[in-house]
């Protein structure tokens, strides 16, 4: 029987995804293994992997086009067989079981789930629906920045159909599908849902008026489920689980989410894995049979920051001008979670200033050693990430019933991007030299800079450190990146007189401002950990024993 694959959740926040580009076209042969389609989430681009073997029957999300998750991205079957039933969202196949995959390679890491179809007509032969995708586990909608086509244009496999912004990234949208772009369903500059209905592509001069009025994404639900010996409850996973991609030193890695997963929690860098899979893809057996002693050393990438320059508007003198800007996904979701933090978790702010003397020379002594640079904020990274042992109820959660304390320490750092701001974590932070965390902290800001991290590099953070020293900025105050209960803000270092052994001198200092979630960390509670961070800057040696 037919198969039904929609739109997979690739992480915790993702509500939507664009189908970038889809790599198989309808009528195609499609083995278990095989790349379907390039997945675009608000965090990066990921592949998308077939688990099922058969003919690629009906692609539900065109690419460039976004849905919700859940939504129908296509159905897998046998040559000609009738899935106008599925389509329809009828009661012809209420149930529909995935294909039987080859003996010969297992699928350990597969859970089907139920998914939802939209209820449509029946395609014409060779119409293809294409639908926006889920991009990201936060992206519950996604805007169409631009269409590089028109209406009666040719459309390519492999063109650029559009461009579309999640609340992380403007991201390409590849066509999968040869054809004429037949309508489009979401104009330029509008938003709309994960799962709607972004363009329709096929054969010159059909008449798609009637499937483009009466799509209707998450119309029915049908579960779709893997034969006895291939299911795996204890795995939960999205339907037909992609391949995701990590960028690590600028590099693609091949990735299930199962393996993802594995190496994150045993600390694992994907890029010393060799993979077994198809095209070198890493999978579960390849994480879990790794060992360190047979890594290959990774050479350091340089990074490079560039510099926007906004186009200088002239007003001319004695008119009143505006200028509206249209806002972004990231903008939207920032806006969102902020207001939500600000307003839901009562906030307050302690400010404690640190002599940064001892600091600086210990900083000027460690940089000397070949290949190392370490800047200040990874020596408050370092001191922040043994602070909080120290201090475990700051490294908490706030729940209803409950409070979660962190006894693992993993530092989210801001980094600001053209459009707004995003926050790679380092895992395990209080286990990292300060060399470690300056290459880390480097090679994460480069790729979020050129939108090239993945997801799951931006998830699991249980504390924050936001730095403006580098703009001049001495004290500022920053909302609190949730579920963290505290953020701390970084100002830059001042030359100033000071008071030392009741002499007058000439001193650096640096001012640190750490918010609070009054539920979880009380008043005296926080200014300890400050003392405690204070300590460990000033005497940098002692973070080192």
């Not at 198969?3 to 790599?23: F, H, K």
């Not at 003397?357 to 000397?368: E, H, L, Q, W």
């Not at 370092?382 to 209803?400: G, M, R």
Request: glycine share 8%; charged share 20%.
């Amino acid at each position: 029987m037919a198969t039904i694959i929609t739109m997979p959740r690739l992480s915790d926040t993702m509500t939507e995804g664009t189908v970038a580009t889809w790599l198989k076209n309808v009528g195609d042969k499609v083995s278990e293994g095989d790349i379907l389609a390039e997945i675009e989430t608000d965090k990066a681009t990921m592949e998308f992997e077939s688990f099922n073997e058969g003919i690629l029957l009906h692609i539900g999300i065109p690419a460039g086009e976004t849905a919700p998750v859940d939504s129908l991205l296509a159905i897998i079957g046998k040559e000609g067989e009738d899935i106008s039933a599925l389509l329809a969202g009828g009661t012809a196949a209420p149930a529909v079981e995935a294909a039987p995959v080859a003996e010969a390679t297992p699928v350990s890491e597969e859970v089907k789930t139920e998914v939802a179809t939209p209820a449509t007509t029946s395609l014409p032969k060779g119409v293809v629906v294409v639908t926006m995708p889920r991009l990201s586990d936060t992206m519950t909608e996604g805007t169409v920045a631009t269409w590089l086509k028109k209406v009666g244009d040719v459309v390519a496999e492999g063109d650029i159909l559009a461009e579309i912004e999640t609340d992380k990234a403007t991201m390409e949208f590849e066509s999968f599908n040869a054809g004429t772009l037949l309508h489009i369903g979401i104009e330029e500059g509008s938003t709309a849902a994960v799962d709607s209905l972004l363009a329709i592509i096929g054969p010159a001069g059909t008449d798609v008026s009637s499937l483009a009025g009466n799509y209707t994404p998450g119309a029915a639900a049908v579960t779709a489920e893997t034969p006895a010996a291939e299911k795996t409850p204890e795995v939960e996973a999205p339907a037909a689980a992609p391949v995701a991609q990590e960028a690590v030193a600028g590099q693609r890695i091949l990735a299930s989410p199962l393996a993802k997963k594995i190496a994150s929690d045993k600390g694992i860098q994907l890029n010393q894995v060799k993979g077994s899979g198809e095209n070198g893809r890493i999978v579960k057996s390849d994480v879990e049979n790794f060992s360190p002693a047979a890594a290959t050393p990774v050479a350091p990438v340089a990074t490079t920051v560039e510099t926007v320059t906004t186009p200088k508007v002239v007003v001319p003198a004695g008119e009143v001008m505006t200028e509206e800007i249209k806002n972004s996904q990231m903008r939207k979701i920032i806006a969102k979670r902020l207001a939500e933090s600000l307003f839901t978790a009562p906030h307050y702010n302690l400010v404690i200033e640190v002599s940064m003397d001892d600091a600086m020379a210990s900083r000027a002594v460690i940089n000397t050693v070949p290949d190392t640079k370490v800047s200040f904020n990874d020596m408050v990274i370092k001191a922040c990430a043994l602070a909080l042992k120290k201090h475990p109820k700051i490294n908490s959660q706030w729940k209803e019933d409950a409070i979660t304390i962190n006894h693992h320490v993993n530092i989210g750092v801001a980094v600001a991007v053209e459009d707004g701001l995003v926050v790679p974590v380092l895992k395990f932070t209080d286990a990292m030299s300060l060399s470690q965390i300056g290459a880390s902290v480097r090679d994460l800001a480069g790729r979020a800079k050129n939108k090239k991290l993945g997801p799951q590099e931006m998830e699991g953070s249980t504390f924050t450190v936001s730095n403006l020293g580098m703009f001049g900025i001495t004290e500022f105050n920053s909302i609190i990146n949730q579920p963290n209960s505290a953020i701390l803000s970084v100002g830059a270092i001042v030359e100033k007189p000071v008071v030392k052994n009741g002499q007058i001198v000439v001193g650096n200092t640096m001012m640190l401002s750490l918010a609070c979630d009054h539920r979880t960390i009380d008043g005296a509670t926080g200014a300890q950990f400050l003392q405690t961070l204070k300590q460990f800057i000033e005497s940098p040696v002692t973070m080192l024993a």
